[in-house]
């Protein structure tokens, strides 16, 4: 029979998914499938908690696909070689999927759709895991924002009335038209195992939260002890809530909530237009930077024991759960990149290991923005005081006591570096080599 596909990629649900609701309101007899892209998962650890998430969505998929009396196809190695396969094994219509705006995303897809266009098959692409594009949200003469502030105001500006607002943010009503899923009986899904994984015991948050936690997100967010953030990142990234949603959510509840959307929303077009930043440095006269090479103390920093209770505790609870509160992520951010001068590349790979809810854009966004390399206006003459922010943001130590139960003993090291000497050594580096330009 033929059929249109839909590609799952970062956007593991039914509901409210703008790809899948365009191949099904096409009238063609709609197969869903995904791809285990070997390209990716080679590089992960075998027990990756990211991997584990994403096979227990699937599963999650196939079992909302079999209610409508169809079912979801896995497949496992590279994007063409399962092209190769899917082409084989069924008559095609169409491709309907997501556009994911990540260099190596639109590498893939350049080549797929090449492929499939040999064979007389169009790939279609929606966009779905934003709210605007970059084409979208411009300066007047059509050139991308560079700063934040500006780029939200714009960005605000495009949803200043109520027929903007439902343009935008309405949800796409893709169960409407489950009728033409194609039907077909059960299919069996690739085991863990089958991939090269095994199962984390790492737990994912919640994709459902308090409305109080968003209500309240601009008096709560910075303080880690308190349960004040919504940990939906992973969800964002993966696609399982609807990022028009929330967004509606946000207008309604917390404008501070909103911006954090719009910041993911800035990354992600910053990354678009300059994809140089996934090598080197956005601002590029920061290349000169001499960062320095010690793996012993970047080990040090890695596992929690830099002798800064703020920082380690961060770390240490980025390791045992895949998530750090995000004013401690800027912190201990900044102490690798100012007080220890290791270069932010490794800090950002650190955190693309480890993080839950990594996110190529926002990651290597956030990292060159506490090195100061990155877009913002005043770059590297913020150097945190991980001491004063300790006592600004968690005075009573209940975070960082939670994940150092040693503070305070004789267990606990002295600090790694002085925080006056590190921030003279970081002031005299970075004016080297910005003279150096």
Excluded at 31 to 37: E, K, R, T, Y
Excluded at 265 to 284: A, N
Excluded at 410 to 437: M, Q, S, W
Aim: charged content about 25%; glycine content about 6%.
């Amino acid at each position: 029979m033929d059929r249109s596909i839909f590609w799952f990629r970062r956007d593991l649900r039914l509901e409210d998914n703008a790809g899948l609701y365009h191949a099904l309101k096409s009238g063609d007899k709609v197969q869903c499938v995904f791809i285990f892209d070997k390209s990716i998962l080679h590089n992960l650890s075998k027990e990756d908690p990211r991997v584990s998430f994403i096979h227990q969505e699937i599963l999650r998929l196939s079992k909302e696909l079999e209610s409508y009396g169809s079912s979801l196809i896995t497949y496992a190695g590279t994007p063409l070689e399962c092209w190769r396969k899917i082409c084989e094994d069924f008559l095609i219509n169409s491709v309907y999927t997501n556009a994911d705006y990540e260099p190596y995303s639109k590498i893939r897809d350049s080549q797929v759709e090449n492929y499939l266009s040999k064979k007389g098959i169009h790939l279609h692409k929606y966009k779905d895991h934003v709210i605007f594009e970059s084409h979208e949200v411009t300066k007047d003469d059509g050139s991308p924002y560079t700063v934040f502030s500006p780029y939200k105001r714009k960005w605000l500006a495009k949803l200043d009335n109520k027929t903007h607002k439902s343009y935008y943010l309405s949800s796409y009503p893709t169960i409407k038209y489950r009728a033409n899923f194609i039907k077909q009986k059960k299919s069996s899904i690739h085991t863990l195992d089958e991939i090269g994984f095994v199962e984390s015991q790492i737990p994912i948050p919640s994709k459902k939260i308090k409305r109080s936690i968003i209500k309240m997100y601009d008096q709560q967010r910075d303080f880690p002890s308190i349960n004040g953030t919504s940990k939906l990142g992973v969800h964002f990234r993966f696609g399982t809530l609807s990022i028009r949603e929330k967004a509606r959510h946000a207008l309604k509840l917390n404008s501070t909530f909103l911006s954090e959307l719009i910041w993911r929303e800035f990354y992600s077009q910053i990354l678009d237009k300059f994809p140089h930043v996934v090598d080197g440095p956005f601002r590029k006269k920061y290349k000169n930077i001499e960062w320095r090479t010690n793996e012993n103390d970047f080990n040090v920093w890695k596992n929690g024991m830099t002798g800064y209770p703020l920082v380690d505790a961060g770390m240490r609870e980025l390791n045992a759960t895949g998530f750090m509160h995000n004013r401690v992520r800027m912190v201990a951010a900044s102490f690798l990149t100012k007080h220890l001068l290791l270069p932010w590349s490794w800090g950002e790979a650190y955190f693309a290991e480890k993080l839950l809810d990594f996110d190529l854009a926002s990651n290597n966004g956030g990292w060159q923005w506490a090195s100061g390399t990155g877009t913002d206006a005043a770059p590297y003459f913020r150097i945190f005081n991980p001491k004063a922010q300790l006592l600004k943001f968690d005075k009573d130590l209940k975070y960082v006591k939670k994940w150092i139960p040693e503070l305070e003993t004789e267990l606990y090291p002295k600090p790694i570096v002085d925080h006056k000497y590190a921030r003279e050594r970081c002031l005299a580096t970075f004016k080297n080599g910005l003279g150096k330009a």
